[in-house]
């Protein structure tokens, strides 16, 4: 470390592991929690809104969504997570990470309830303001995204920082966990009070109308654990690092480290600090735009933002369609052979199965292993057993599809989550938030996690039409033919490897200051021999 770096930073990257670093994880990760029950539940419904607003009398399959209809449920949040990623990322960089932290906890509880009451009683009215509030619950969302990454990277010590965003992040895990929990008992509860035949014995009567109230049900519930929340959200003090760096306020900055962390500076050592941000300023004062920042983290951005947008694209393509991946392969009943509610309990039921055996012990394998074996190992390790299950479950396709393969087909599946969340899914949140000056930290992050949502939008929209079946007859109606699920699985596979390579353009932070890894105690040859000649004078 630089003989001239901050004394506040460098007790704060020595300071122990204390309750503190717990609170900061349960509040920032109950965002999390809420982000991945709001943009994963819409998976679990989009089969019954189908049945409920799109059923085609004499039709011998139950209603379904129209290809630009379920393209919009489920792409539309992902058009808002992205913009507000960028909007809030530059915004927690100007005003601060807590000034802005509550707003987008407020959005995300107030779209929640929106998306769930979604006005109107026909279709189209329906489906728009389910789209309207899906969209603003994305923004809130994309919000969570760097203020969450860069408060835990800033308050955590260097030792321990890569365990405690990564179990922020793991908070996902748990959420899409609670989404099919939710549903299994919502559905369980509505087909007790509410009994109906399969579609193929009775069309009409197979979907109840109390059905509808069960997909609000669901997508309401995510605001109950934002809400939870937001007190404590606003108690959290802002992160020293940003006080002392950006708004130059050190006085502060050891206040609040003493309060939460108690930690403290010696007061008599004020001006020396003082002194410092001003010679940190100095050599940092470059813009993001700058010839400066492309020269020492051009090629760093474009590791984490390329990275992120090629998982996400097999990420959310594999979450958002698990239900139509398993019914292609026999695990799930065909739809003409159960009710409404019924298919949305084996929906959820088969997503629950899959959170709980690959998505949850994946990410936690990440909070225990990342800061032993580093972000790249992970990464490198992630991407490429990703690619092997991939290809594994694509090229004998016909194989799992059989019925005597089927649990051997969730279990090769539940190991490509298991790969994501403890491999590429977790580092590309991480890594963001420990490499970018103080600065610019929440907005390079934003900027990656958008190229994220970018990919996870590519794989929302684009597997939706690419796993059609081949055969124009047998694709889903609406529809035109695809390339087929075993084809689409095999592109999954392909994005996966070229991940791998992208990865040896991001740099291991393991052990490293966050000043060390954006080189903000860096200084040059001369200004280190005239420090030294005053000293010595």
Known sequence: ??????????????????????????????????????????????????????????????????????????????????????FFGWLGDKLGRKRVYGITLMLMVFCSIGSGLSFGSTPNSVIATLCFFRFWLG????????????????????????????????????GILC??????????????????????????????????YAWRIILMFGAVPAAMTYYWRMKMPETPRYTALVAKNQQKAREDMAKVLKVDIESGKEAVIKAEVEVVEKRNSFGLFSSEFLSRHGLHLLGTTT??????????????????IFSAVGWIPKPKTMSALEELYKIARAQTLIA????????????????????????????????????????????????????????MYALTFFFANFGPNSTTFIVPAEIFPARLRSTCHGISA???????IVGSFGFLYASQNQDQSKADPGYPAGIGMRNSLLVLAVVNVVGFFFTFLVPESKGKSLEEMSREDEGDDQEQSNRKVVETA
């Not at 209603?63 to 209809?69: D, R, T, Y």
């Not at 760097?146 to 748990?174: D, W």
């Not at 929990?181 to 007790?192: G, P, Y």
């Open 179 to 212: 989404g099919g929990a939710v549903a299994i008992v919502v559905s369980s509860i509505f087909q007790v009070l509410f009994p109906a035949r399969a579609y193929s014995e009775d069309p009409t009567g197979s979907t109840v109308p109390q059905a509808d």
């Open 1 to 86: 470390m630089a003989s001239d770096q901050l004394k506040v930073l460098d007790v704060l990257d020595k300071a122990k592991t204390q309750l503190y670093h717990f609170t900061a994880v349960v509040i920032a990760g109950m965002g999390f929690f809420t982000d991945s029950y709001d943009l994963f539940s819409i998976s679990l419904v989009t089969k019954l809104l189908g049945r409920i607003y799109y059923h085609v009398e004499g039709s011998s399959k139950p209603g379904s969504l129209p290809p630009n209809v379920a393209a919009a449920v489920n792409g539309v949040a992902f058009c808002g997570t992205l913009t507000g990623q960028l």
């Open 356 to 411: 709980l055996c690959g998505t949850v012990p994946g990410y936690w394998a990440t909070v225990l292993l990342i800061d032993y074996i580093g972000r790249f190992a992970i990464q490198i390790i992630g991407f490429f057993f990703m690619s092997v299950f991939m290809f594994a479950l694509a090229i004998p396709y016909h194989h799992w599809t059989e019925k005597s393969n089927h649990i051997g087909f969730v279990v």
């Open 139 to 174: 923004f809130g969302i994309g919000g969570d995204y760097p203020l969450s990454a860069t408060i835990m990277a800033e308050y955590a010590n260097k030792k321990t920082r890569g365990a405690f965003i990564a179990a922020v992040f793991a908070m996902q895990g748990f």
């Open 307 to 324: 990275t992120w947008f090629l998982v996400d694209i097999a990420y959310y393509s594999q979450n958002l369609f698990q239900k139509d």
């Open 450 to 456: 958008a190229a994220g949502k970018a990919g996870a």
